[in-house]
């Protein structure tokens, strides 16, 4: 007796760069595993890239070539449009709103895209009876959206927390390890290939606030709110905070959190101090970490790669092949009609604070500094003076819980002592 086979699921492919290329090359290699785990092939059809004639390190011939990545979208011999061009406007916005116009589920890696234009995209998709998959977008090869969206679907979450960023973790833990000024180790990331092309949406902490915002709407059913994540980069995190942090049994992260306060949904992705034997603080270079806390679970932690041409293609080719299986969830793991309006937290909740800053070397001017914290209600838990540096003091205060706001009010105040020399670097200390 014959059996009706299912047909292979048909993926159009826009971007043929570092993940593009490391999806042809999974579903080259793995094209029986593939089939024996979705029940059904997964065959590339066409493939779309700005340049036709540029070298890649796969056999692209069976492909079809389109020069317009809308034109691929809309093409009617795909059932999936695969998006890792990169942008959150332009031919990856436009070919993804073709896509879903007509008729074809999207899978993508872009993190921009969403968390821009995220509920816009997941509104359309499931009024079309569309899926938008976007695993490869957070944490790279770690698969935190499915762990959120169906393994801890019972949960109410309490807090997301992590590393996202592996370029930031990269250049913190080698300025510890190296004992490298954060200049030079900014430049050996270039060298190696790590910055994106505009650096900024590494070490500004973007792209790791793209991340969490998408990870916030999933745990706490909201809609994504990209423009309210508090954002700070690392800029600023001198070899001197890294080691005075290393001192006191921390280390520096960029950190991403969010979570559900009574004063409204709290998301930040900052520099921020971890106790050095934690599992973030034992982070080392440019790996991901993500801490989900659910009520019934507890915690999970979840650490892997977040980039590179085999982890991200292993989390795109996941999604691919939860829809050859016929999986279909909606994009937020809720439909996105369901999906709340965030109220921002106006205040993140208190948290002790690492102050460092440079003193003139006279009498008072630590009494000035210590003035100043108590007129803004911030009580002085540690406080010392590292020496001279001729007529300058090095002067490190770890404060009592205080808000965001009441250090900046502090720092505002140390202006006006006279006794300041350049910027304080103010950095919260997280419990984790
Ligand atoms: P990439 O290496 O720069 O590749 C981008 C690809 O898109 C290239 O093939 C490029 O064509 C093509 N492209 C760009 N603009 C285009 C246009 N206007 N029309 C047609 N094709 C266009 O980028 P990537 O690192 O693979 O990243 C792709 C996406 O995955 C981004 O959203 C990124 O944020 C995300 N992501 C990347 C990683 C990673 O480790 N790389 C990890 C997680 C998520 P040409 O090759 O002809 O220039
Ligand atoms: N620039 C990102 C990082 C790439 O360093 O983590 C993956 O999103």
Redesign the pocket.
Known sequence: MSQTQTPALRIGL?????????VVKIVQRHAALIAARTGRGVEIVAV?????K?Q?DADLSGYAWE???VALARRPDIDVFV?????HE???RLATEAAIASGKDVV??????LAHHGLGLALAAEAAGRVIRFE??VA?GIPVIKALTEGLAANQMRRVMGVMNGTCNYILTRMQSAGLPYEAVFEEARQLGYL??DPNLDVGGI?AGHKLSLLSAIAFGTRVSFDAVELEGIGAISIDDINLAADMGYRIKLLGVAQMTGRGLEQRMTPCLVPADSPLGQLQGGTNMVVLEGDAVGQIVLRGP????G??AS?VMADVMDLARGIRLPTFGQPAVTLATPIAAKTATPAAWYLRMTLLDKPGALAKIATCLGEAGVSIDQMRQYGHQGANAPVLIVTHKATRDDIDHAVARFAGTGVLVGAPVALRIEEV
């Open positions: 826009a971007g043929l760069g570092t993940v593009g290329i490391g779309s890239a700005r340049d036709p540029k890649r020069t317009d990545p998006e890792v061009m990169g942008g332009g031919p990856a993508t890696a872009n993190k921009a895209l490869a977008a790279g994106e092309a792209d977040g980039a590179g041409e982890p991200t989390a």
